[in-house]
């Protein structure tokens, strides 16, 4: 049989080239996890990506509740669960203040983390019921929250100490809306959001790998500088961040290559 696989946020960017890559194989299901249905449509249209190879399905990860109902809508698909790739994102380098999910936590670290954190603790039933040969659950990490990297010495540094703003509900009121109780900023929230998600995967790992026989892996794409993550970034920033990337760092990969990797 064909494996099944859900990706987040495959409207566009990684998410789409990799949906594309796998449905182009023919020997996948793609579903295509995302908040908006109509722009997913006409991307996969627009990418050319054989009907029957996919299936679009609603996940709006600012809400927990929503995480809920497409995982009670993809149970009621009667669609086996073999892969899980959590990809959707957000990133508010420029916030001044922090925004927030329906649950009210600050909105990166909600949408990133805790959206995808429910999501594959509910799902990890489904990837055990599977009997695929290789199962996995995959998120896509950055190396801006690894400090071992470049990338991930340009301040803000991530950096979650001891959790205070997060053992206070993120909320911004009664705590901080960072998960180390300082002060807002967008662009450390992304990367602490994308240390959390790694953190999931090595925990996973540790607790469920030997019981379930499932891969469990952080993976991080390559820098895909022309991607809608940057659209909130400031015009000269998006002007000069893939030139950069592409001549300096020489870290630029393509949407396309990047989709082949995760695929
Ligand atoms: P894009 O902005 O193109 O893709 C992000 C996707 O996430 C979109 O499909 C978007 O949907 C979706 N999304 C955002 N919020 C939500 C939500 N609340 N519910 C459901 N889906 C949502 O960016 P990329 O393709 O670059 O990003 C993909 C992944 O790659 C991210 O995890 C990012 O952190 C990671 N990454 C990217 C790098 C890069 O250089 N671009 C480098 C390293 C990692 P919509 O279309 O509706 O907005």
Request: include cysteine; glycine fraction near 8%; charged fraction near 20%.
């Amino acid at each position: 049989r064909k494996g099944c696989v859900v990706i987040t946020g495959a409207s566009s960017g990684l998410g789409l080239a990799t949906a594309k890559a796998l449905a182009e194989t023919g020997k996948w299901h793609v579903i295509m996890a995302c908040r908006d249905l109509l722009k997913t449509e006409r991307a996969t249209k627009s990418a050319g990506m054989p009907k029957e190879n996919y299936t679009i399905m609603h996940l709006d990860l600012v809400s927990l509740d929503s995480v809920r109902q497409f995982v009670n809508n993809f149970r009621r698909s009667e669609n086996p669960l073999d892969v899980l790739v959590c990809n959707a994102a957000v990133y508010q380098p420029t916030a001044k203040e922090p925004s927030f999910t329906a649950e009210g936590f600050e909105l990166s670290v909600g949408t990133n983390y805790l959206g995808h954190f429910l999501l594959s603790r509910l799902l990890l039933e489904d990837l055990k019921q599977s009997d695929y040969p290789s199962k996995r659950l995959i998120i896509v990490g950055s190396i801006t929250g690894n400090s071992n990297t470049l990338a991930g010495n340009v301040p803000p540094k991530a950096n979650l100490r001891d959790l205070r703003g997060l053992a206070r509900g993120l909320n911004g009121l009664n705590s901080s809306a960072m998960i180390d109780g300082g002060d807002f900023d967008g662009a450390k929230a992304y990367k602490d959001s994308k240390v959390c998600n790694m953190l999931t995967m090595q925990e996973f790992y540790r607790r469920y790998h030997e019981e379930t026989g499932i891969t469990f892996a952080s993976l991080y794409p390559g820098c895909m500088a022309t991607t809608g993550l940057f659209r909130e970034h400031i015009p000269l920033f998006r002007f000069l961040f893939p030139p950069f990337q592409k001549y300096i760092t020489k870290g630029f990969v393509s949407e396309a290559e990047s989709g082949k990797r995760l695929a």
